[in-house]
């Protein structure tokens, strides 16, 4: 059992930052790639970035590229997404995830994914 706890959220300007956290408890957090996605209203839930068990492997969706960093701390059980250059798009709940053993790392499909936090929100505002 995997929980996972997610914070920072908030409301932003454009071309503001946020800084989100995620702490992991209940299983050896050092053993799992993690994930984060996003849900905005009204649409599907979204794959934002993904970071390897070691932190060397990192994927990120288009949309982000360029603009958000994902980064982890074994020791302190913690995965971070660091967001810069905001859009109003970017609005959304935003979830991490830990994927299911032997899925790949880096999976952009949630259904790779089987413990989730309870999302935190983040508004950018035009």
């Known amino acids: 059992q995997v929980q996972l706890v997610e914070s920072g959220g908030g409301l932003v300007q454009a071309g503001g930052s946020l800084r989100l956290s995620c702490a992991a408890s209940?299983?050896?957090?050092?053993?799992?790639?993690m994930g984060w996605f996003r849900r905005a209203p009204g649409k599907e839930r979204e794959f934002v970035a993904a970071?390897?068990?070691?932190?060397?492997?990192?994927y990120y969706a288009d949309s982000v590229k360029g603009r958000f960093t994902i980064s982890r701390d074994n020791a302190k059980n913690t995965v971070w997404l660091q967001m810069n250059s905001l859009k109003p798009e970017d609005t959304a709940v935003y979830y991490c995830?830990?994927?299911?053993?032997?899925?790949?790392?880096?999976?952009?499909?949630?259904?790779?994914?089987?413990?989730w936090g309870q999302g935190t929100q983040v508004t950018v505002s035009s």
């Open positions: 970071i390897g068990w070691s932190g060397g492997n990192l």
């Open positions: 995830a830990v994927p299911r053993p032997y899925s790949p790392v880096g999976s952009t499909w949630e259904g790779d994914y089987d413990y």
């Open positions: 209940g299983r050896t957090f050092r053993n799992y790639a």
